[in-house]
């Protein structure tokens, strides 16, 4: 039987590192597999260029909220596997003369963010206001690009009552510098920060401290891209959502395997062994899951956010999310 021949976008890590090399293989596809930062994957697959992708979960979740309103099916369908999530409290940097030293600060100031719907930003300020009482209606916005001026969003959204400026001529690692915005949220680490520049820092710096209070009081691993195959693709063959999954599945699982090995370290990281036990003390041994209802209320909490700051026309539902051919099997084998 000849294989069917999918191109995958995605970046690489640990957790899909054996799909890349080839170690694991989805059954009866031939995957090829191309290595891009997460935002040129989104972009190029939303322009045609490959079968399957990594994608902003966000985005996702807006356009399947756009969906359910119109009654029009998205051209892409998801899976419930989900490359990148972190917490975001790392992303909040500040400009050190605005005197911001603690979230409540940050109301009324200029933040900046390279989209106002990109998922890193939907986490951070679902925290500042759910956890720190800063309603995104407090601050002026201003998006572009963070370290060349002109980036254009993913998705054109209208917001009534977001205050949003979008800058085309500076970068938000100079504005940030210079104090133009008091502070910024940003995936990417600043240049200004790399280089240890004395105007600008983080929001926290105990990084592991305040995120660790935030995963005991919520409960919230947060997820930052899912993985989605064109419909077309998955209307002629059903199966190969379920065999993409599992595939994916076998290759976070075998890379939370080598993180258990004890000699020789897996990681160039040293106290790697006792950040594991950490990790599982608090968050269980697959403390990265996949699947639908292990990730039920980090999901419905994504879906909660984008309608409650205005990206999002309707709530989204869970279950109007993932691959029938998937859903159909959560029960049973997810």
């Not at 191309?34 to 807006?62: H, K, W, Y």
């Not at 959204?157 to 205050?163: A, E, M, N, Q």
């Not at 305040?210 to 947060?222: D, I, S």
């Given at each position: ?9 995605g970046?690489?890590?640990d ?9 694991v ?31 902003s ?7 399947s ?22 917490f ?5 940097y ?6 911001i030293?603690?979230?409540e600060l940050?109301k ?21 206001n759910h ?9 002026a916005w201003?998006?572009g690009?963070?370290e060349k ?5 993913l998705?054109?959204l ?8 979008h ?7 100079d ?13 990417q680490m ?7 520049r004395p ?12 995120e ?6 919520t409960?919230?691993f947060?997820?930052?891209?899912t ?5 077309e693709?998955y209307?002629r ?6 065999s ?5 599945e ?5 890379c939370?395997?080598?993180l258990r090995?004890?000699e ?14 950490r ?7 697959d ?9 039920r ?14 990206l ?5 539902e869970?279950?109007d ?13 997810l």
């Amino acid at each position: 039987m000849a294989q069917l021949q999918l191109s995958y976008a995605g970046h690489r890590s640990d957790r899909v590192d054996d799909l890349y090399f080839g170690v694991v293989r989805p059954e009866a596809i031939d995957l090829h597999f191309v290595p891009l930062p997460p935002f040129q994957a989104f972009n190029r697959f939303l322009r045609g260029e490959f079968d399957c992708a990594e994608m902003s979960f966000s985005t996702f979740v807006i356009k399947s909220a756009q969906s359910k309103l119109s009654g029009e099916p998205l051209p892409f369908v998801a899976i419930p596997a989900f490359p990148s999530r972190t917490f975001r409290h790392g992303a909040i940097y500040v400009n050190r003369a605005s005197g911001i030293v603690r979230p409540e600060l940050l109301k009324g100031r200029r933040v900046g963010v390279p989209e106002y719907q990109m998922t890193a930003a939907v986490w951070a300020r679902a925290m500042l206001n759910h956890q720190h009482g800063v309603d995104p209606q407090s601050i002026a916005w201003v998006t572009g690009g963070l370290e060349k001026p002109g980036r254009k969003p993913l998705m054109e959204l209208s917001y009534p009552r977001i205050d949003i400026h979008h800058e085309e001529n500076k970068t938000l690692n100079d504005m940030l510098v210079t104090g133009e915005i008091d502070a910024l949220i940003a995936p990417q680490m600043p240049p200004a920060i790399r280089a240890q520049r004395p105007e600008v820092g983080r929001l926290f710096t105990d990084l592991a401290a305040v995120e660790q209070a935030y995963y005991r009081e919520t409960g919230l691993f947060p997820i930052m891209h899912t993985v989605v195959m064109r419909r077309e693709l998955y209307e002629r063959h059903p199966w190969a959502a379920v065999s993409l999954y599992q595939a994916f599945e076998r290759a976070k699982d075998n890379c939370l395997a080598r993180l258990r090995v004890e000699e020789p370290v897996p990681l160039s990281l040293p106290w790697s062994g006792s950040l594991r036990e950490r990790v599982v003390k608090m968050m269980g041994e697959d403390f990265w899951p996949y699947g639908i209802e292990k990730n039920r209320k980090v999901i419905e909490a994504l879906c909660q956010y984008t309608w409650e700051q205005g990206l999002a026309p309707v709530k989204a539902e869970v279950g109007d999310l993932f691959a029938p051919s998937v859903v159909s099997l959560a029960g049973e084998r997810l």
